[in-house]
């Protein structure tokens, strides 16, 4: 018989009055429920704090509310939550997504059956501010392809990161077990990306193809879902040098824990040539002609195919930027 396992979720809020109550409702009416919610506001000014409190009063679980007294920003408020959490098992959590009833239930169900997984994510439902379905699905969204799930669910989760980010924190637990590898979060890092990223290089992932959760888009989104043409009106070195520095942070991250990482050298050989990738466009010439056998380079290396999410499209998007931007 295996043990059961103890649940927190970590929630993190900042001025989450319009969307904080139907968030903590949905929590209320999972089929399993959590064994503690750690809630870490970053210094709100509206009436969040308020609604917690008179959410706490009834809540079925122990409320931990824990608040900065100076703004911290999303990352590292994470960073705070995850720190506070006592369970197994911590879920993240934001603050204005709605969770589906068997969400908690059918991940830690995946825990229990997958003991070498470090963490689990899920597929999710992509609906406006007034939980109005979109139509469209989270992973398909961010062409998280059939090939990827399946390379994920055979523990080449790091593959797949190296190429593009496919993790959204909102969909995602990990085990507590992991917390002394994954903190201190760097502040430039996207918790879930750092946080995936990381269990990828040290475990194994589990790609849940169900949407377990309504996530939410509204103007006030931090992330949300990423859309075609971000970066136009960018240089490359404004584009590229911030990964540089990324992926050079977590490779240090990865050397000091290098004795409790399987088949270290050869992620690091592999993060190497993605620091290398990055690199290389980061400095590409104004000129179009000029970098045309800078990139057909790369093109014949597999960079391209490797280590971006679209590699014919992102070659051709290398070649044709303007690249007089500032």
């Known amino acids: 018989m295996s043990t059961k396992l103890s649940l927190s979720i970590a929630l993190t809020t900042y001025n989450g009055e319009q969307y904080i109550r139907e968030q903590l409702d949905s929590i209320v009416r999972q089929t399993m429920l959590p064994d503690e919610l750690v809630i870490s506001d970053d210094a709100s000014v509206d009436s969040t704090f ?14 931990k509310l824990q608040i900065n007294q100076k703004r ?4 590292l408020n994470f960073e705070s939550a995850i720190r506070a959490c006592s369970g197994d098992i911590i879920f993240l959590c934001d603050q204005d997504d709605v969770w589906y009833p068997d969400k ?10 997958n003991p070498k997984a470090g963490a689990v994510f899920t597929d999710a439902d992509i609906v406006d501010q007034n939980l109005q379905s979109y139509g469209s699905k989270l992973w398909k969204k961010g062409r998280f392809s059939s090939r990827e799930q399946g ?9 797949v990161l190296l190429k593009h980010s496919v993790v959204t924190g909102a969909t995602m637990a990990f085990r507590s077990k992991y917390r002394d590898f994954l903190v201190p ?3 430039i890092w996207i918790h879930d990306a750092w ?11 589990i790609a849940i193809p169900t949407p377990l959760i309504a996530y939410r888009q509204h103007s006030s989104n931090q992330i949300g879902v990423s859309y075609s043409g971000k970066n136009l009106g960018k240089s490359f070195s404004s584009i590229y040098s911030p990964r540089v520095l990324l992926h050079k942070l977590a490779k240090v991250h990865l050397l000091e824990h290098a004795d409790s990482i399987p088949n270290v050298n050869s992620k690091i050989v592999r993060l190497n ?4 990738f990055l690199s290389v466009r980061a400095k590409l010439p104004v000129a179009r002609w000029r ?7 790369e093109l014949f290396l597999l960079r391209y195919h490797r280590y971006a999410k679209k590699h014919v499209g992102t070659f051709l998007n290398d070649l044709l930027r303007d690249g007089r931007v500032p």
């Open 195 to 205: 946080i995936a990223f990381l269990i990828s290089a040290s475990s194994n992932l």
């Open 151 to 159: 390379l994920v669910n055979e523990s080449d989760a790091f593959t």
């Open 185 to 187: 979060i760097p502040g």
């Open 104 to 113: 908690i239930a059918r991940i830690e169900e995946c825990f229990v059956n």
């Open 291 to 297: 970098r045309i056998p800078i990139l057909i380079r």
């Open 72 to 75: 911290l920003g999303s990352t």
């Open 50 to 63: 308020d609604i917690i409190k008179d959410f706490e009063r009834s809540a079925p679980f122990p409320v």
């Open 273 to 276: 040539e993605k620091i290398t």
